[in-house]
């Protein structure tokens, strides 16, 4: 796949289906769910999955030492992990995970962080790839003959609770919450225990699930993306940091940011879950403030 020239961070069923059998294209699942939901994404990948694609446990490739969960790893950790599991530095990865377009954004952007360029998203997930009726396999994966993989943290695609907390004083970065409005505004509780409800002071809200089309369960076209961040007050012209539960949806933001060709946007790795649960930082209920520099 010819990627110097392209822009989008999204393919087709289409283009997919043509390359499975391409040595260099490693598909990845990445399917997670919120623990309320009660399923095995791993279960369910030997139950059904698109041909030759391996299973990517947004839990496991993670830094273990941390009370939060699925934080970023060590580069030496993500490189070995992400080899073991038969993806090397050349190839081209396309990430999908089982409720069109969930939870296969983070990894997408956990490969961007650690220096991966050529990795993209499928459109519509497996949900899409079954509706059109394209070949599944089951069972378990096959294994893969490990790959060198060379990583590289880029620390522009990432914040701390150190940064979000000095942009409380500067203003200098939009942030904008994936979660739900409800969730935002404080009025309806957190899906985890012990977190506070509400939402980092001054941020914006635009939920994840506004970027989706309803009918193909994935990315809206570039135009109708950005229409949707102007009604949620961004201002794609200032720097933007994405936030969200767990640092999961957050990602969907960055793709939505990238495919309107705007690449490079930083997502808050322990979002809400590590804001909620601390008392030793502000928290906001309410709908966002209006014209607010946050």
Same mark, same amino acid.
């Given at each position: 796949? =010819? ?11 289409? /283009? ?15 399917? /997670?769910?919120?623990? =309320? ?5 791993? #279960?369910?990948? %030997? +139950? ?10 947004? =839990? ?5 030492? +941390? &009370? ?28 999908? =995970? ?9 990894? /997408? /952007? ?7 360029? $050529? ?18 396999? +089951? ?23 150190? &940064? ?8 200098? %970065? ?5 979660? #739900?409005?409800?969730?935002? &505004?404080?009025?309806?509780? %957190? ?21 989706? $089309? ?16 102007? #009604?949620?007050?961004?201002?794609? &012209? ?35 879950? %590590?804001?909620?649960?601390?008392? $030793?930082?502000?928290?906001?209920? !309410?709908?966002?403030?209006? !014209?607010?520099?946050?």
């Amino acid at each position: 796949m =010819d990627t110097a020239a392209r822009r989008d961070p999204v393919v087709s069923t289409e /283009w997919l289906e043509a390359h499975l059998n391409d040595p260099a294209v490693r598909i990845v699942d990445a399917s /997670w769910h919120m623990p =309320d939901a009660r399923r095995d994404p791993a #279960a369910e990948f %030997e +139950s059904v999955r698109i041909p030759g694609a391996v299973f990517f446990d947004i =839990d496991s490739i993670a830094d273990r030492t +941390s &009370d939060l969960p699925h934080m970023l790893p060590s580069p030496s950790e993500f490189a070995a992990m992400v080899g073991a599991l038969g993806i090397g530095s050349a190839d081209t990865v396309v990430v999908y =995970d089982a409720l069109g377009l969930f939870t296969a954004p983070r990894a /997408w /952007w956990m490969f961007r962080v650690f220096g991966h360029k $050529d990795v993209f998203v499928l459109d519509g997930g497996l949900p899409r790839w079954q509706a059109e009726g394209r070949q599944t396999e +089951s069972g378990p994966a096959p294994t893969h003959e490990p790959r060198p993989f060379r990583a590289s943290f880029d620390p522009t695609l990432v914040r701390s609770l150190t &940064d979000i907390r000095a942009n409380l004083e500067t203003g200098a %970065e939009q942030v904008v919450d994936a979660r #739900a409005a409800g969730r935002f &505004d404080g009025t309806v509780p %957190e899906p985890r225990a012990g977190l506070r409800s509400g939402h980092i002071p001054g941020a914006l809200n635009l939920p994840f699930t506004d970027l989706l $089309d309803p009918k193909t369960k994935g990315l809206r076209p570039a135009e109708e993306l950005a229409n949707r961040f102007a #009604a949620a007050g961004v201002d794609l &012209d200032r720097p933007i940091v994405t936030s969200c539960g767990s640092g999961v949806t957050a990602c969907v933001l960055a793709l939505a940011m990238d495919r309107m060709g705007k690449p490079g946007t930083a997502v808050y790795d322990g979002s809400w879950t %590590e804001w909620g649960g601390r008392e $030793d930082v502000p928290v906001e209920t !309410g709908s966002a403030r209006s !014209g607010e520099k946050a």
